[in-house]
Protein backbone atom coordinates (compact mmCIF):
# COMPACT_ATOMS: atom_id res chain seq x y z
CA UNK A 1 0.00 0.00 0.00
CA UNK A 2 1.61 3.21 -0.91
CA UNK A 3 2.01 6.34 1.40
CA UNK A 4 -0.18 8.27 -0.80
CA UNK A 5 -3.55 6.15 -0.27
CA UNK A 6 -2.15 5.99 3.47
CA UNK A 7 -2.02 9.66 3.72
CA UNK A 8 -5.71 10.33 1.70
CA UNK A 9 -7.44 7.62 3.98
CA UNK A 10 -5.62 9.54 7.36
CA UNK A 11 -6.75 12.98 5.72
CA UNK A 12 -10.79 11.60 5.30
CA UNK A 13 -10.54 9.63 8.52
CA UNK A 14 -9.97 13.24 10.22
CA UNK A 15 -11.94 15.45 8.10
CA UNK A 16 -15.19 12.74 8.69
CA UNK A 17 -14.34 13.13 12.39
CA UNK A 18 -14.34 16.97 12.23
CA UNK A 19 -16.96 17.24 10.27
CA UNK A 20 -19.58 14.56 12.87
CA UNK A 21 -18.32 16.50 15.72
CA UNK A 22 -18.43 19.89 14.25
CA UNK A 23 -22.23 18.99 13.66
CA UNK A 24 -22.58 17.46 17.10
CA UNK A 25 -21.07 20.09 19.75
CA UNK A 26 -19.93 22.67 17.38
CA UNK A 27 -17.04 23.93 15.86
CA UNK A 28 -15.42 26.18 18.70
CA UNK A 29 -16.12 24.00 21.21
CA UNK A 30 -13.95 21.44 19.35
CA UNK A 31 -11.16 24.13 18.88
CA UNK A 32 -11.53 25.20 22.70
CA UNK A 33 -10.97 21.10 23.43
CA UNK A 34 -8.46 20.93 20.83
CA UNK A 35 -6.04 19.04 23.42
CA UNK A 36 -9.00 16.41 24.07
CA UNK A 37 -9.93 15.56 21.08
CA UNK A 38 -6.25 15.38 19.40
CA UNK A 39 -5.73 12.61 21.90
CA UNK A 40 -9.31 10.84 21.71
CA UNK A 41 -8.77 10.95 17.97
CA UNK A 42 -5.48 8.95 18.13
CA UNK A 43 -6.46 6.86 21.16
CA UNK A 44 -10.39 5.79 18.88
CA UNK A 45 -8.25 5.47 15.88
CA UNK A 46 -5.82 3.04 16.82
CA UNK A 47 -7.63 0.99 18.75
CA UNK A 48 -10.31 0.70 15.60
CA UNK A 49 -7.83 0.24 12.82
CA UNK A 50 -5.39 -2.11 15.47
CA UNK A 51 -5.41 -5.19 12.75
CA UNK A 52 -2.89 -4.27 10.56
CA UNK A 53 0.49 -2.22 10.14
CA UNK A 54 -1.22 0.10 7.49
CA UNK A 55 -4.31 0.48 9.91
CA UNK A 56 -1.83 1.78 12.93
CA UNK A 57 0.12 3.54 10.17
CA UNK A 58 -3.27 5.35 9.26
CA UNK A 59 -4.31 6.26 12.72
CA UNK A 60 -0.79 7.31 13.38
CA UNK A 61 -0.59 9.68 10.50
CA UNK A 62 -4.59 10.42 11.32
CA UNK A 63 -3.37 11.68 14.84
CA UNK A 64 -0.89 13.79 12.99
CA UNK A 65 -3.36 15.62 10.66
CA UNK A 66 -5.76 16.35 13.31
CA UNK A 67 -3.04 18.15 15.82
CA UNK A 68 -2.31 20.05 12.42
CA UNK A 69 -5.85 20.85 11.44
CA UNK A 70 -6.81 22.08 15.29
CA UNK A 71 -3.36 23.91 15.89
CA UNK A 72 -4.54 25.82 12.65
CA UNK A 73 -7.36 25.85 13.77
CA UNK A 74 -7.42 27.72 17.20
CA UNK A 75 -4.83 29.76 15.90
CA UNK A 76 -7.63 30.95 12.87
CA UNK A 77 -10.06 31.14 15.66
CA UNK A 78 -8.17 33.42 18.25
CA UNK A 79 -6.94 35.62 15.70
CA UNK A 80 -10.39 35.81 14.84
CA UNK A 81 -11.41 36.60 18.22
CA UNK A 82 -9.23 39.26 18.34
CA UNK A 83 -9.71 40.67 15.14
CA UNK A 84 -7.35 40.09 11.79
CA UNK A 85 -5.67 43.87 12.29
CA UNK A 86 -4.64 43.17 15.48
CA UNK A 87 -2.94 40.69 14.80
CA UNK A 88 -1.04 41.60 11.87
CA UNK A 89 -0.04 44.79 13.57
CA UNK A 90 1.34 42.57 16.53
CA UNK A 91 3.23 40.24 13.59
CA UNK A 92 3.98 43.31 12.24
CA UNK A 93 5.51 45.32 15.29
CA UNK A 94 7.44 42.11 16.35
CA UNK A 95 9.06 41.38 13.09
CA UNK A 96 9.79 44.68 11.37
CA UNK A 97 10.67 47.14 13.97
CA UNK A 98 11.16 50.87 13.27
CA UNK A 99 14.75 51.22 12.38
CA UNK A 100 14.44 55.07 11.85
CA UNK A 101 15.80 57.90 14.25
CA UNK A 102 13.29 59.50 15.91
CA UNK A 103 15.22 63.00 14.88
CA UNK A 104 17.54 63.40 13.06
CA UNK A 105 20.78 63.32 14.01
CA UNK A 106 22.84 66.92 14.04
CA UNK A 107 26.55 67.75 12.49
CA UNK A 108 28.86 68.98 15.66
CA UNK A 109 30.82 70.63 13.19
CA UNK A 110 27.98 72.14 10.78
CA UNK A 111 25.20 72.99 13.01
CA UNK A 112 25.72 76.49 14.35
CA UNK A 113 23.26 75.06 17.26
CA UNK A 114 25.32 72.59 18.47
CA UNK A 115 28.55 73.15 21.31
CA UNK A 116 32.14 73.24 19.32
CA UNK A 117 34.66 71.43 21.63
CA UNK A 118 38.10 72.17 20.91
CA UNK A 119 40.53 69.12 21.53
CA UNK A 120 44.34 70.22 21.39
CA UNK A 121 46.25 73.91 20.48
Given at each position: ?41 ALIAGFALHGST ?68
Amino acid sequence: MSIDLVLLMAIAAVASALVLLGRIIGLRTILRHATLIDVGFALIAGFALHGSTVGILIAIVGGLVMALVLQTGRALLRAYDRGFDAAMQARSRTFWRDVTPQEPRRDPYTDPAMPHVDFGP
